[in-house]
């Protein structure tokens, strides 16, 4: 698989912002800060998007929330736990199927070094 730019870019947000905070607080800390360092790299990302699920032509708002959306691209799944387990994989694979989006990361802030903490999903 070829270099991908904007993931490439994420990315670096991404070990940016945890160069600064480190580990170990909320994944809302983590939230606000990466959106920060996005919009400062001319990312356009939108926080907190509801994800509903299509079902026989309804829309069905089932409570599912992407925490950050490049729309259109990719979806970013934020974490702050010990270790990513197979559910966070299954969980951005979900998200990927409900959008139509192809590629996600799922980034855990909760590590010594963030590149330990990445997870790249692609359908």
């Known amino acids: 698989m070829g270099r991908d730019f904007l993931t490439d870019k994420v990315i670096g947000c991404a070990i940016e912002v945890h160069r ?4 170990g ?12 360092e996005l919009a400062q790299a001319r990312v356009d990302a939108r926080a907190q998007v509801s994800l509903p699920v ?5 829309s069905i708002d089932a409570g599912y929330r992407i925490d950050i959306l490049i729309p259109g691209e990719l979806i970013l799944e934020l974490k702050s ?12 694979l979900t998200y990927l199927k409900l959008s139509g989006i ?3 990361l ?9 590149i330990n903490g990445l997870k790249r999903v692609v359908l």
Not at 20 to 23: D, E, F, H
Not at 106 to 114: A, P, Q, R, T
């Open 102 to 104: 192809r590629k996600g």
């Open 25 to 36: 607080l909320l994944e809302s800390s983590y939230e606000s800060c990466l959106m920060y």
């Open 81 to 92: 736990v010990d270790k990513l387990m197979p559910i966070h994989t299954a969980q951005m």
């Open 106 to 114: 799922v980034i855990n802030f909760n590590v010594g070094k963030l």
């Open 54 to 58: 299509a079902y026989k032509g309804m």
């Open 20 to 23: 600064q905070l480190g580990p």
